[in-house]
């Protein structure tokens, strides 16, 4: 299993720039997560969805910041305008479920990716 | 507000001795938590969980143990080894299967050879 897959690994971007940011969850689990990490507030939870359906977004910091699930193998977090407090390292995560049997809730993070906004 | 605080930054141990990391949380209705490994520009892994109907669990050479009544928990690594050398974030949830996880800011672990 190649793991959860996320793209860009590095973005770096000029403030007022639209960012998007991709996620291939792992095939199977039915929870998909974004978190943002940064030094000051360590990694914290933004969106998730179930089954492809957007169930919790009260983290997303901003109207600026915007995430779809169109189908169970894909999401974006998009940011539009970006501003530099923006800068951080973006994880994507995936659950599998009550199908993961004793890993049920456990979270698989992929490798991140790291924005810069200038 | 930080629902959960590790408040230890950075932890330096010698090989082959203890690690101890620990964790405090605020909200007494987490009843499942866990710990996550970070390499350098990798994310987070899963290392070991409990439930708030154990006190303590152990996976090899990693043991988390859970005070509820101190809201507080621990992750001991015994021996310790270089390759442990990396920052652990602890993690809390109301109930079990509930999606939103609630993580500290991590403590940066070195393993000195």
């Known amino acids: 299993d190649a793991g959860v897959i996320q793209s860009p690994r590095h973005e770096v971007t000029e403030m007022g720039q639209e960012v998007t940011l991709r996620c291939k969850p792992i095939?199977?689990?039915?929870?998909l997560f974004w978190y943002r990490q940064t030094m000051m507030r360590g990694l914290e939870l933004l969106i998730y969805?179930?089954?492809?359906?957007?169930?919790?977004d009260s983290g997303m910091p901003e109207d600026r910041f915007s995430a779809k699930m169109p189908n169970a193998s894909f999401s974006t977090l998009k940011i539009q305008p970006s501003e530099p407090r923006d800068s951080a390292v973006y994880f994507c995560?995936?659950?599998?479920?009550?199908?993961?049997?004793?890993?049920?809730?456990?979270?698989?993070f992929g490798p991140g990716t790291r924005l810069t906004v200038l | 507000d930080q629902q959960v605080k590790q408040n230890s930054p950075s932890l330096s141990v010698q090989e082959g001795r203890i690690s101890i990391l620990n964790c405090d949380y605020t909200?007494?209705?987490?009843?499942?938590f866990l710990w996550y490994k970070k390499y350098p520009a990798e994310g987070p892994t899963f290392l070991i969980s409990?439930?708030?109907?154990?006190d303590k669990n152990e996976d090899g050479r990693f043991t988390v143990f859970l005070n509820k009544s101190a809201k507080h928990l621990s992750l001991h690594i015994v021996p310790s080894q270089p390759g442990d050398s990396a920052v652990y974030f602890c993690?809390?949830?109301?109930?079990?299967?509930?999606?939103?996880?609630?993580f500290g800011t991590g403590t940066r672990l070195t393993v000195i050879p």
């Open positions: 993690a809390a949830k109301v109930f079990r299967g509930a999606n939103n996880l609630f």
């Open positions: 909200n007494s209705m987490f009843d499942y």
């Open positions: 095939s199977g689990h039915n929870s």
């Open positions: 995560a995936s659950r599998p479920g009550l199908a993961g049997g004793p890993q049920a809730d456990t979270q698989y």
């Open positions: 409990i439930s708030s109907i154990k």
């Open positions: 969805f179930n089954n492809n359906v957007p169930i919790d």
